[in-house]
């Protein structure tokens, strides 16, 4: 199986690269990221050498790259972490948040689906898993828990633009019968984290 995972040089990506190469040696994962602020390849140093990994430098919302990259290694899945994903930055500069997360993400469907599908026939085995954010759901109320059937309600460009690519994965599974997973994890700390995330200003 040939497993492409986005973002897989940041602070969670680095994570999963890791354990996919180190607990499925008969997997050959590619690990695409564009090594902005956040990605650095320290993080999976430790693994750059092994028999089934292959990092590869590149942008998700470069459509031609992200084609022909699809063409060349056929992959069977993607594990779509990557993302512009900090609060702060976000109201800074709106437009780059949506330019990754919701037509990055559009690029990545788009690709997959022409791979996976012929028609009315998905290729078995194949699955496009993509990493969002509880924070589409708005502020934590007085429940104090979301759930997946919470409304959405984002409040921030940044939760925006993740709320868009989780509608549009959806929309690929409903309109072309693509094979998804959507789950929106909460805050996650721990190594390799990037720093600032470590301060947060709450709106």
Known sequence: MKILITGGAGFIGSH?????????????IYNLDSLTYAGNLENIRDIENAKNYH???????????VENLFKEFNFDAVIHLAAESHVDRSISDPLLFIKTNVLGTA????????LWINGSLVRPGTRFYHVSTDEVYGSLGAEG????????????????????????????????NLPVLISNCSNNYGSFQFPEKLHTTYY
């Open 16 to 28: 999963v690269v890791r354990r996919f190469v180190n607990s499925y040696p008969n997997y050959t």
């Open 55 to 65: 990092f590869v430098k590149g942008d998700i919302t470069d459509d031609l790259f």
């Open 107 to 114: 690029n990545l469907l788009n690709n997959a689906r022409r």
């Open 145 to 176: 828990y979301f759930t997946e059937t919470t409304p959405y309600d984002p409040r921030s460009p940044y939760s925006a633009s993740k709320a868009s690519s989780d509608h549009l994965v959806r929309a690929y599974h409903h309109t072309f």
